[in-house]
């Protein structure tokens, strides 16, 4: 996505709102399923107290930062993949 100092295309705009949907959807089912995984068992065995709310917190905090992980994650390899001039094409030759 070199445009050296020119505007993008529609198609690369699109291209770019397409990767951001789906890094944070994919980054929102991801952080869903550790919230899941590390709360879980304080809301399926009804555990309370102080552990309730440690198994929460630190599913909240992980939750968090998987989320975070993933979107940049996903952004970065979007702008290093680079865009080939002639969809399509596998080879410049061609």
């Known amino acids: 996505m070199e445009t050296y100092g020119g505007r993008r295309t529609q198609g690369e705009r699109d291209a ?56 940049v994650s996903v952004l970065v390899r979007f702008t290093r993949a680079g865009q080939p001039s002639q969809p399509g094409r596998t080879n410049p030759d061609s």
């Open 16 to 71: 770019i709102t397409v990767e951001i949907g789906y890094a944070l959807c994919s980054a929102a089912f991801a952080a869903a399923v550790v919230f899941g995984a590390v709360a879980g068992p304080a809301y399926v065995f009804g555990l309370t107290g102080v552990v309730r709310s440690a198994l929460v917190g630190a599913g909240a905090v992980l939750a968090v930062a998987v989320f975070a992980v993933r979107v």
